[in-house]
T-cell receptor, first 117, second 110 residues
Framework: NAGVTQTPKFRVLKTGQSMTLLCAQD?????MYWYRQDPGMGLRLIHY???????AKGEVPDGYNVSRLKKQNFLLGLESAAPSQTSVYFC????????????????FGPGTRLTVT | GNSVTQMEGPVTLSEEAFLTINCTYT??????LFWYVQYPGEGLQLLLK?????DKGSNKGFEATYRKETTSFHLEKGSVQVSDSAVYFC?????????FGDGTTLTVKP
């Protein structure tokens, strides 16, 4: 049981390049999330998904796109990278419900450190 | 919208001191509340949770009580250890959408 994995762990991009970050979970969780973490700013929600085939915007969605074609995978895309997108990106998943109780605890991946020059 | 406000850090304590990290929130409805911990170079790990008013979450000597009347979820520990040094995040989930505080860095000195 690998939990939540993220690919790649590190990446350096030039301004204007594109890339896709992959998040995979093997816990059969319904909900998945993408965050960015910047110094002194905590975690900010980029996009999230409440189930396969559905996505929703978070707090800072501009410049990012996501897809959830399979329940276990959540992809984060940067179409045209900018230096302001230099950050550490975390993916998380959540079962949201355990029986009749909405729990909502999240399980985090190890992060992807992205630098845009 | 939802928001979470944590006490500003960093916090530096001596070993065996009492810890309080304040957290207040604004949200409509009935959010679930969480404390997460992050060690250097790692992702966040759930520390404790509470899903309804007056619930007390506890784990590894840490405690927090969901206070709806004061919209607070303060983290406490009676006697901190050097190994508790980390960044602590307060968070809520409301209708599937999550909101995190900015984090509080705790350093415990021997």
């Amino acid at each position: 049981n690998a939990g939540v994995t993220q690919t790649p762990k590190f990446r350096v991009l030039k301004t204007g390049q594109s890339m896709t970050l992959l998040c995979a979970q093997d816990m059969n969780h319904e909900y998945m999330y993408w965050y960015r973490q910047d110094p002194g700013m905590g975690l900010r929600l980029i996009h999230y998904s409440v189930g396969e085939g559905t996505t929703a915007k978070g707090e800072v969605p501009d410049g990012y796109n996501v897809s959830r074609l399979k329940k276990q995978n959540f992809l984060l895309g940067l179409e045209s990278a900018a230096p302001s997108q230099t950050s550490v990106y975390f993916c998380a998943s959540s079962p949201m419900r355990q029986g009749p109780v909405a729990v909502g605890e999240q399980y985090f991946g190890p992060g992807t450190r992205l630098t845009v020059t | 919208g939802n928001s979470v406000t944590q006490m500003e850090g960093p916090v530096t304590l001596s070993e065996e001191a009492f810890l309080t990290i304040n957290c207040t929130y604004t949200a409509t409805g009935y959010p679930s509340l969480f404390w997460y911990v992050q060690y250097p170079g790692e992702g966040l790990q759930l520390l404790l949770k509470a899903t309804k008013a007056d619930d007390k979450g506890s784990n590894k000597g840490f405690e927090a009580t969901y206070r709806k009347e004061t919209t607070s979820f303060h983290l406490e520990k009676g006697s901190v250890q050097v190994s508790d040094s980390a960044v602590y995040f307060c968070a809520l989930i409301n209708a599937g959408k999550s909101t995190f505080g900015d984090g509080t860095t705790l350093t415990v000195k021997p």
